[in-house]
Structure formats: C-alpha cells, structure tokens
C-alpha cells in the first residue's frame, strides 16, 4: 500500500514473465507480498499530476541484504504541491515476507512504516499493512492488503485496505487497482508498465482518480529500476 502519506513492493513470482524488481510497487498504491532482490539497489521514481494544479514527486530507494533476504528496507521522500501550498515529507519503512508466492503458492508479507513530515520531527502517521499475493494462472497476480493506519496528531486508528491485479506479459504489465479507507471515497488506478533494458528498468504510465483523497484525475509518469 502507497506509504502512509498516501496509502501506498516488489515480487519474485513468475520470474520468467515479470521483472522481479517491478511487480506492483511503484506509484501503485496496492502492495505485493514479494520484496526486491537481495544484494541490489532498487529506486522506484515518479511525477504525478492532477487536473487540480496538484502535484506529487516521489523518490523511493530500497535495498535487501544478503544476509537478511526476507526484509526490504525502503526510505521514501514525497514533495508535493496540494492547494498551492508545498509539503515535504519522509517516510520509512520495512517489508517482511512471511510466505512466498513461488514456494508456498501464496505469497504473505507484513509492511510497517512511518510518515514524517520533515527529517527532525517525530513520526506524523504510522502504518501497518498485511499484503497478499495470489497468482491466477500463468500471467495473472491478485494483490489484497489489509491493515491500519493512525494519525499521531489526531489520534484515530483508521483501516485500510486495497485490491489490484496485474496482467503479465513478456515485456510488461497491465496493472489496476482500487484502494481506501474507512473514510472518504475509494480511489482507482490503472496504467501500463513497460520494461526496459531486459527487464532491469520499467517505465510507469498511469491514471488514477482520488489518489490523494480530492475528488480529481491523476495522471502519472515514473521509472523504476535496480543496479
């Protein structure tokens, strides 16, 4: 799930189908059971644009360690415009896979991560979330997600869930999902993911609506790869 800030992965299932660093993740808010390649730096980017004048940049940079292949860690920096009004925010995070999706056939992971609104202060929302991952045939995964979302400042617990597919082809994917929480509208996203350079990058094409909880049209660019 797209994290925290947003309520926003990367999966090693069907290896010879999808990019193991690509699979879900990336501006998609749905997350996958499965986590980057151990050993390799993985950077998830992307630019996204509302019919509103709002805007979202997010850099994402993950590792996995050798020794620890069942853990990814992830640090994300989001700058958004929203009303006019610029806002910087950081959020840490930590993926462990419990199942994977290529042994056990179902892939199980727990995500726990915090939003900071600046470096220096305390942490603004935290967030812990169970993805799913069912494969569907040969070229099909189903990503669900469950967990909770608190507002330090407020101090309300919220739920949160999500559901998405993406279709796997040999030199991409078509993804969909649709995502939310106990309050407001659910929000949707679809795109087109393009590999590149044999699979060590994707190009991110999507559009979404109520991405950031207004009622507006989302379009986004990104690119993803790992070295």
């Known amino acids: 799930m797209k994290k925290t800030f947003n309520l926003a992965g990367l999966a090693g299932a069907f290896a010879l189908l999808a990019s193991p660093a690509f699979a879900s993740g990336g501006p998609y808010a749905v997350d996958d059971a499965g986590i980057a390649t151990p050993g390799k730096f993985k950077l998830e980017t992307w630019l996204s644009l509302a019919d509103n004048d709002d805007l979202i940049f997010v850099a994402s940079p993950g590792y996995v360690f050798e020794a620890l292949p ?6 994300t920096f989001e700058n958004a415009r929203r009303a006019d009004e610029w806002e910087t925010t950081v959020a840490p995070a930590v993926k462990i896979a419990l199942r994977d999706v290529d042994e056990d056939g179902v892939g199980v992971a ?21 993805p799913v991952t069912v494969p569907v045939g040969e070229r099909v995964l189903v990503n669900l997600n469950a967990g909770v979302e608190r507002d330090q400042a407020t101090r309300q617990t919220e739920a949160v869930w999500g559901m998405g597919g993406q279709l796997l082809f040999d030199r991409g994917e078509l993804i969909a999902e649709t995502f939310g929480g106990e309050t407001g509208s659910p929000g949707f996203q679809a795109g087109v993911r393009p590999y590149l350079f044999g699979g060590a990058a994707a190009l991110e094409l999507a559009y979404g609506r109520n991405l950031d909880g207004d009622r507006a049209n989302w379009f986004t660019v990104g690119l993803s790869f790992e070295f």
């Open 70 to 75: 069942w853990i990814e860690f992830e640090l």
């Open 110 to 130: 727990l995500s726990l991560g915090s939003g900071h609104a600046g470096v220096v202060r305390r942490a603004d929302t935290v967030y812990a979330v169970v």
